[in-house]
């Protein structure tokens, strides 16, 4: 079956340190989106990527970047990592080719900075 | 002020009451979305609505566009359906707004 998955689902980073989190669909979808999921707040854009080599910044994009070499991935990286930073990371994908704009969401990366 | 508010931000219920969450925004929308995100953590679609009403199961979506609000009813609620209820707004062709969600408890 067609899925989106993220990696890994728990990480514990210190401080200044780089961080990827990964994101894997095989839907062949277009659209991929980054959030970020604090208490107080809704899920909040962070990057997204309508294909291949596109790449956008969203509302909450200092700290990260992502880049799209291929239909299935879209990696996020935080640069240089910070306690503000400390989250849940939520990817999803949608297929806006078919006209189909719902989002499927991937199961969540909650990362911890000391 | 946020562009998109659900309330009540909580909400308790006995089993088989009947449930409504409220979603208002401020903003000019192409569609609504209705997700929920379970106690483990993981967010489904539940509606996508541009007008009129959607059914599936006993949820029932509504969207009034002239006055920018959404309603989501629960029907006969059961502990299962506890969970958050994130209300979304899509301007333009894909990405979203989200309220901060309503978090739903249903005790037996």
């Known amino acids: 079956d067609a899925e989106i998955t993220q990696s890994p689902r728990h990480k514990i980073t210190e401080t200044g340190r780089q961080v990827t989190l990964a994101c894997h669909q095989t839907?062949?979808?277009?659209?991929m989106f980054w959030y970020r999921q604090d208490l107080g707040h809704g899920l909040r854009l962070i990057h997204y990527?309508?294909?291949?080599?596109?790449?956008n910044k969203g509302e909450v994009s200092d700290g990260y970047s992502v880049s799209r070499s291929n239909t299935e991935d879209l990696p996020l990286t935080l640069e240089s990592a910070a306690s503000s930073q400390t989250s849940v990371y939520f990817c999803?994908?949608?297929?806006?080719?078919?006209?189909?704009?719902?989002?499927?969401f991937g199961p969540g990366t909650r990362l911890t900075v000391t | 002020k946020n562009e998109v508010e659900q309330s009540p931000q909580n909400l308790t219920a006995q089993e088989g009451e009947f449930i409504t969450i409220n979603c208002s925004y401020s903003?000019?929308?192409?569609?609504l979305h209705w997700l929920q995100q379970h106690p483990g953590g993981g967010i489904v679609s539940l509606f996508m609505?541009?007008?009129g009403k959607k059914k599936h199961g006993r949820l029932i979506a509504t969207i009034n566009i002239q006055e920018k609000h959404s309603s989501l009813h629960i029907t006969a609620s059961h502990p299962r359906d506890s969970a958050v209820y994130i209300c979304?707004?899509?301007?333009?062709?894909?990405?979203?707004?989200f309220g901060t969600g309503t978090r739903l408890q249903v005790f037996p």
């Open positions: 839907w062949n979808h277009n659209n």
């Open positions: 979304a707004v899509r301007r333009g062709t894909d990405k979203l707004i």
């Open positions: 903003v000019g929308i192409s569609a």
């Open positions: 999803a994908s949608s297929d806006s080719n078919r006209g189909a704009y719902e989002q499927y």
């Open positions: 609505l541009s007008s």
């Open positions: 990527s309508y294909g291949v080599h596109d790449t």
